[in-house]
């Protein structure tokens, strides 16, 4: 089993950008999909973006299509999340997550890392 640690979050400008990193522990994380997810304050928590674990198939919320990027290296163990363009609604915490292929759900998760978009 993997675990994940997530920074680069902080503050940043309507139409800036920030770049998040998921740090994965364990010589297996290459045969995970990895995911990034957010929840705003009182919302439920969302799907922003996912990648395969051969970096073969990546998916986007729509909100983000267009601005965000997810990208891996599993030879670094790390999945990133370059967010271009940002706005005021993209403020909440950020999850990295990851599941076997196989799995239905994403069900190691890491603890979160806030970004706050100001306008």
């Known amino acids: 089993q993997v675990q994940l640690v997530e920074s680069g979050g902080g503050l940043v400008q309507a139409g800036g950008s920030l770049s998040l990193s998921c740090a994965a522990s364990g010589r297996t994380f290459s045969y995970y999909r990895v995911g990034w997810f957010r929840q705003a304050p009182g919302k439920s928590r969302d799907f922003v973006a996912d990648?395969?674990?051969?970096?073969?198939?990546?998916r986007y919320a729509d909100s983000v299509k267009g601005r965000f990027t997810i990208s891996r290296d599993n030879a670094k163990n790390t999945v990133s999340l370059q967010m271009n363009n940002l706005k005021p609604e993209d403020t909440a915490v950020y999850f990295c997550?990851?599941?076997?292929?196989?799995?239905?759900?994403?069900?190691?998760w890491g603890q979160g890392t806030q970004v706050t978009v100001s306008s």
């Open positions: 997550a990851a599941k076997l292929s196989y799995k239905f759900r994403y069900d190691v």
């Open positions: 990648i395969s674990w051969d970096d073969e198939s990546t």
